[in-house]
């Protein structure tokens, strides 16, 4: 049997292959390890490592249904493994049933070194750089909403939340640098 050289194949052609072949499995796993890995640090840095199970299996899980037809793998895979992490999250941490973001945050700035300085900046930037519809994106996305459970439940596309996400993501990195 020939041997592949699995480095040399692009996402999509890794991905399908992943389904059948353990060792494209493997290499696909190699690849989005770092992004996932980044991804877990930024939803709970406390609990990064059991993210990134997480985020894999959803990763590795979600190819077995990819249709290249559809979009491109690295987009459905990171999708399906923040996804798999934020439910996780959701299931089994101290923001399940929580309906208040603000909470949230203070249960995290207690953990941090000048968290509570640092929770008021934010605060401040929230109140004062985003719109309204800006601020209620981002709530529901610190109780761990997904985009698309956003949407559903302001009435709104899955592509209006990220628009606002990235919108509110620019105006509050704007505006902690200042700080």
């Known amino acids: 049997m020939e041997q592949r050289d699995y480095k040399q194949l692009s996402d999509d052609e890794l991905t399908v292959l992943a389904v059948g072949?353990?060792?494209?499995?493997?290499?696909?796993?190699?690849r989005l390890t770092p992004e996932i890995y980044s991804i877990a640090m930024g939803i709970n840095p406390l609990i990064c490592?059991?993210?990134?199970?997480?985020?894999?299996?959803g990763a590795v899980n979600a190819a077995k249904s990819f249709d290249p037809e559809k979009g491109r793998a690295r987009t459905f895979l990171?999708?399906?493994?923040?996804?798999?992490?934020?439910?996780?999250?959701?299931?089994?941490?101290?923001?399940?049933?929580?309906?208040?973001?603000?909470?949230?945050l203070s249960k995290l700035a207690d953990d941090t070194p000048n968290g509570n300085e640092e929770l008021e900046t934010l605060r401040q930037a929230i109140k004062t750089c985003l719109t309204d519809y800006e601020r209620e994106v981002i709530s529901l996305y610190l109780v761990g909403l997904s985009y698309s459970q956003i949407g559903q439940r302001l009435g709104k596309e899955p592509k209006s939340v990220?628009?606002?996400?990235?919108?509110?993501r620019k105006k509050l990195r704007t505006e902690l640098e200042k700080h």
Not at 49 to 57: F, V
């Open 78 to 104: 990171m999708t399906a493994a923040r996804n798999r992490m934020l439910s996780a999250l959701k299931c089994n941490s101290i923001i399940s049933g929580v309906d208040d973001p603000e909470q949230e």
């Open 21 to 30: 072949e353990t060792s494209a499995e493997t290499e696909l796993i190699v």
């Open 162 to 168: 990220d628009n606002a996400m990235q919108r509110a």
């Open 49 to 57: 490592e059991d993210l990134l199970q997480e985020g894999l299996l």
